[in-house]
T-cell receptor, first 115, second 112 residues
Framework: KAGVTQTPRYLIKTRGQQVTLSCSPISGHRSVSWYQQTPGQGLQFLFEYFSETQRNKGNFPGRFSGRQFSNSRSEMNVSTLELGDSALYLC??????????????FGQGTRLTVV | GESVGLHLPTLSVQEGDNSIINCAYSNSASDYFIWYKQESGKGPQFIIDIRSNMDKRQGQRVTVLLNKTVKHLSLQIAATQPGDSAVYFCAEEDQAGTALIFGKGTTLSVSS
């Protein structure tokens, strides 16, 4: 069974640009959560999607958005990039939304660098 | 606000020793806690979880202890192996009960 696939693995963008990251969950999983990981703030929840609907959103500005498609693949978009958006963006998939999420599996992440 | 913290950013142990990683949480209403392991270049991997109605839960070579009185969580790893070297995160359920709040992580280094 293939794991969670995140693309691209690495990305370098310039301030002011926008970026789209992709996450393909494990086959059969319909819930996708996104997290931002930085050395200073650690892992922070961005949002969760289930059956194409956003169920929950973390405390991030509106520049961060996401969506989920009918095949459960999810994308997140960051507009007007700032230097502080440089981070590892992680996606986790699970069969069911919410907690407990013992069956949530993380991808390897997309390393975004904003210059 | 809600926050989960860790007592030590790094922990170094010898192979075969028992490791204890500690975590303090601030939200006394949290009902669910979880430990993750993150190896270099990989995403976090679930280790063990515990509900607030329990004080202790054991897995394979790992034990999680929850002390609600002092809002403290710990992860014990028995007979630590080099493969256990990683960053360990504790996390608690947020107030909405739908997402996790992570601590900053403890880097465990195991030497042979």
């Amino acid at each position: 069974k293939a794991g969670v696939t995140q693309t691209p693995r690495y990305l370098i963008k310039t301030r002011g640009q926008q970026v789209t990251l992709s996450c393909s969950p494990i086959s059969g999983h319909r819930s996708v959560s996104w997290y931002q990981q930085t050395p200073g703030q650690g892992l922070q929840f961005l949002f969760e999607y289930f059956s194409e609907t956003q169920r929950n959103k973390g405390n991030f500005p509106g520049r961060f958005s996401g969506r989920q498609f009918s095949n459960s693949r999810s994308e997140m978009n960051v507009s007007t990039l700032e230097l502080g958006d440089s981070a590892l963006y992680l996606c986790a998939s699970s069969a069911k939304p919410g907690l407990p999420n013992t069956e949530a599996f993380f991808g390897q992440g997309t390393r975004l660098t904003v210059v | 606000g809600e926050s989960v913290g860790l007592h030590l950013p790094t922990l170094s142990v010898q192979e075969g020793d028992n490791s204890i990683i500690n975590c303090a949480y601030s939200n006394s209403a949290s009902d669910y806690f979880i430990w993750y392991k993150q190896e270099s270049g990989k995403g976090p991997q679930f280790i063990i979880d515990i509900r607030s109605n329990m004080d202790k839960r054991q897995g394979q070579r790992v034990t999680v202890l929850l002390n609600k009185t002092v809002k403290h969580l710990s992860l014990q790893i028995a007979a630590t192996q080099p493969g256990d070297s990683a960053v360990y995160f504790c996390a608690e359920e947020d107030q909405a009960g739908t997402a996790l709040i992570f601590g900053k992580g403890t880097t465990l280094s195991v030497s042979s």
